[in-house]
């Protein structure tokens, strides 16, 4: 079975500054892999998704993702944070068109 | 394109009692699928419809928990009686195809047992 371990509960950044969220998955067979984020009160909004293209992929609002098959790793980062940025984050693996099976979450605050 | 909705945005009910949710994916998705999101954990899995046949419904604790998809379009999530660990969001989400990606959310169900 499929699985996904974000490494950090809680990141805290200044904003301008980068942003780095770990993911480590755990899969039989060739992964697609995504990040999603939900901000509060909000539905779950995709940021980025890899699917055995390039393994550096490019999301929206600045993000990228580099998949590391050596490293079973999926970290999330952008250069520079914004106070808009400020959500939860998850990350997602699939396998074989099976359901999405989700990370437990990491929040992001941004500060001042 | 009009998201995925869902109804009511927040429902309080005791134990025991019953309830429902409903979903309306984007026209034309085929598959739908009900996930419950428990406070600070990522979502979970419960069922996916495939039209209106179920392709997965392995987390789905069916001792208490219904849902259905009539003519293959909108969706009910019931559950019966419910239990205070029920407290959760409850998310709906389409997609045009099976696969994984593709996904649309909606912005979920707050369900609060007391």
């Known amino acids: 079975a499929q699985s996904v371990t974000q490494l950090d509960s809680h990141v805290s950044v200044s904003e301008g500054t980068p942003v780095l969220l770990r993911c480590n998955y755990s899969?039989?067979?060739?992964?697609?892999l995504f990040w999603y984020v939900q901000h509060p009160n909000k539905g779950l909004q995709l940021l980025l998704k890899y699917t055995s293209a390039a393994t550096l992929v490019k999301g929206i609002n600045g993000f990228e993702a580099e998949f590391k098959k050596s490293e079973t790793s999926f970290h999330l980062t952008k250069p520079s944070a914004h106070m808009s940025d400020a959500a939860e984050y998850f990350c997602v693996v699939s396998v074989q068109n099976q359901k999405l099976v989700f990370g437990q979450g990491t929040r992001l605050t941004i500060n001042p | 394109e009009a998201g995925v909705a869902q109804s009511p945005r927040y429902k309080i009910i005791e134990k025991r009692q019953s309830v429902a949710f409903w979903c309306n994916p984007i026209?034309?998705?085929?598959?739908l699928y009900w996930y419950q999101q428990i406070l600070g954990q990522g979502p979970k899995l419960l069922i996916q419809f495939q039209n209106n046949g179920v392709v997965d419904d392995s987390q789905l604790p069916k001792d208490r928990f219904s849902a259905e998809r009539l003519k293959g379009v909108d969706s009910t999530l019931k559950i019966q009686p419910a239990k205070l660990e029920d407290s959760a969001v409850y998310l709906c989400?389409?997609?045009?195809?099976?696969?994984?990606?593709?996904?649309?959310f909606g912005s979920g169900t707050r369900l609060t047992v007391v």
């Open positions: 989400a389409s997609s045009a195809r099976v696969q994984g990606f593709g996904y649309t």
């Open positions: 026209s034309g998705h085929a598959t």
């Open positions: 899969s039989s067979y060739s992964p697609s």
